[in-house]
């Protein structure tokens, strides 16, 4: 069992810089998948990016490409989500979440964090 608690949230510019950190409780967590996965209001979930057990394979969604960073501290039992050059259209809650069941790029995932707001004001 892994337990996440995403922090880091909060309300920016568009252009400003945010970091999200996520941080696990269990043994499991070095040999499990992470990845951060966002919701904006009204829409489904959708893939941010993701980041292999090992840390040496990230994976972004094209619409973060070039402008989020995605790494992981096994010692520290930590993900982390660097944001740059923010947009209107980042704004949405994001849920950091273990444990993949499905394609790197997908949201199966089996633990997932109570999610943190981001909100970038144009």
């Known amino acids: 069992q892994v337990q996440l608690v995403e922090s880091g949230g909060g309300l920016v510019q568009a252009g400003d810089s945010l970091r999200l950190s996520c941080a696990a409780s269990?043994?499991?967590?070095?040999?499990?998948?992470m990845a951060w996965i966002r919701q904006a209001p009204g829409k489904g979930r959708e893939f941010v990016a993701a980041?292999?057990?090992?840390?040496?394979?990230?994976y972004y969604a094209d619409s973060v490409k070039g402008r989020f960073t995605i790494s992981r501290d096994n010692a520290e039992n930590t993900v982390y989500l660097q944001m740059h050059s923010l947009k209107p259209e980042d704004t949405a809650v994001y849920y950091c979440?273990?444990?993949?069941?499905?394609?790197?790029?997908?949201?199966?995932?089996?633990?997932w964090g109570q999610g943190t707001q981001v909100t970038v004001s144009s």
């Open positions: 979440a273990g444990g993949r069941r499905g394609s790197y790029t997908g949201i199966e995932y089996t633990y």
């Open positions: 269990g043994r499991t967590f070095g040999s499990i998948t």
């Open positions: 980041i292999s057990s090992r840390g040496d394979r990230p």
